[in-house]
């Protein structure tokens, strides 16, 4: 079955700097999504991408958050420069379409904020 | 407003028996999806039911939906030790540019061998 390919499983980072996780959704999805999971809390939503464009966001997703899809298979989120509080479990997330379909979750980049 | 509660939050079985989780929500809704995760790794898609419909199997999963009580129960038949995880439901809303789900807590489910 396909799958949604999230590298790193693991990023250690120092408050302040930028980080980039990586995604590769499935190759005929249209939609991506990313959302977060912090220890022990409910997995929520970030921010969803449709036509090269996000289509909604979170309050969450503030300016230090950023998207892009650079090569029209990587799918890529940003944060400018880290806080201690943005250290969570991070999910890549593709779909088919925005509605009556299943969305396919990578297994998550695990990232720590020090 | 909550949406996209689970309960109970835990829960214990042994090996072969059934287990129900539910899940409550608050505003209308497409579609209620049910996800697994194993301890700190990620989410896997169990099975979709569309707000037209009352209820569906998959395999040793039946998940029920009652739209007039925005409520859904996921049954799972004969547990087994590798069905302990934490399930989620998770809704998306109707309207326009409702990309985003919306998950419960979970519930966290061990069945013992």
Same mark, same amino acid.
């Given at each position: 079955?396909?799958?949604?390919?999230?590298?790193?499983?693991?990023?250690?980072?120092?408050?302040?700097?930028?980080?980039?996780?990586?995604?590769?959704?499935?190759?005929?999805?249209?939609?991506?999504?990313?959302?977060?999971?912090?220890?022990?809390?409910?997995?929520?939503?970030?921010?969803? =991408?449709?036509?090269?464009?996000? &289509?909604? /966001?979170? *309050?969450?997703?503030?300016?230090? !958050?950023?998207?892009?899809?650079?090569?029209?298979?990587? =799918?890529?989120?940003?944060?400018? &420069?880290? /806080?201690? *509080?943005?250290?969570?479990?991070? !999910?890549?997330?593709?779909?088919?379409g925005n509605s009556f379909m299943r969305c396919t979750f990578g297994s998550g980049t695990r990232l720590t904020v020090v | 407003?909550?949406?996209?509660?689970?309960?109970?939050?835990?829960?214990?079985?042994?090996e072969g028996e059934n287990a129900t989780m539910n899940c409550s929500y608050k505003t209308s809704i497409n579609n209620l999806?049910?996800?697994?995760?194993?301890?700190?790794?990620?989410?896997?898609?169990?099975?979709?039911?569309?707000?037209?419909?009352?209820?569906?199997?998959?395999?040793?999963?039946?998940?029920?939906?009652?739209?007039?009580?925005?409520?859904s129960s996921l049954l799972i038949t004969a547990s087994r030790a590798a069905d302990t995880a934490s399930y989620f439901c998770?809704?998306?809303?109707?309207?326009?540019?409702?990309?985003?789900?919306?998950?419960?807590?979970?519930?966290?489910?061990?069945?013992?061998?």
């Amino acid at each position: 079955e396909p799958e949604v390919t999230q590298t790193p499983s693991h990023q250690v980072t120092q408050m302040g700097q930028e980080v980039i996780l990586r995604c590769v959704p499935i190759s005929n999805h249209l939609y991506f999504y990313w959302y977060r999971q912090i220890l022990g809390q409910k997995v929520e939503f970030l921010v969803s =991408f449709y036509n090269n464009e996000i &289509s909604e /966001k979170s *309050e969450i997703f503030d300016d230090q !958050f950023s998207v892009e899809r650079p090569d029209g298979s990587n =799918f890529t989120l940003k944060i400018r &420069s880290t /806080k201690l *509080e943005d250290s969570a479990m991070y !999910f890549c997330a593709s779909s088919e379409g925005n509605s009556f379909m299943r969305c396919t979750f990578g297994s998550g980049t695990r990232l720590t904020v020090v | 407003s909550q949406q996209g509660e689970e309960d109970p939050q835990a829960l214990s079985i042994q090996e072969g028996e059934n287990a129900t989780m539910n899940c409550s929500y608050k505003t209308s809704i497409n579609n209620l999806q049910w996800y697994r995760q194993n301890s700190g790794r990620g989410l896997v898609h169990l099975i979709l039911i569309r707000s037209n419909e009352r209820e569906k199997h998959s395999g040793r999963l039946r998940v029920t939906l009652d739209t007039s009580k925005k409520s859904s129960s996921l049954l799972i038949t004969a547990s087994r030790a590798a069905d302990t995880a934490s399930y989620f439901c998770a809704t998306d809303a109707p309207g326009a540019g409702s990309y985003q789900l919306t998950f419960g807590k979970g519930t966290k489910l061990s069945v013992i061998p």
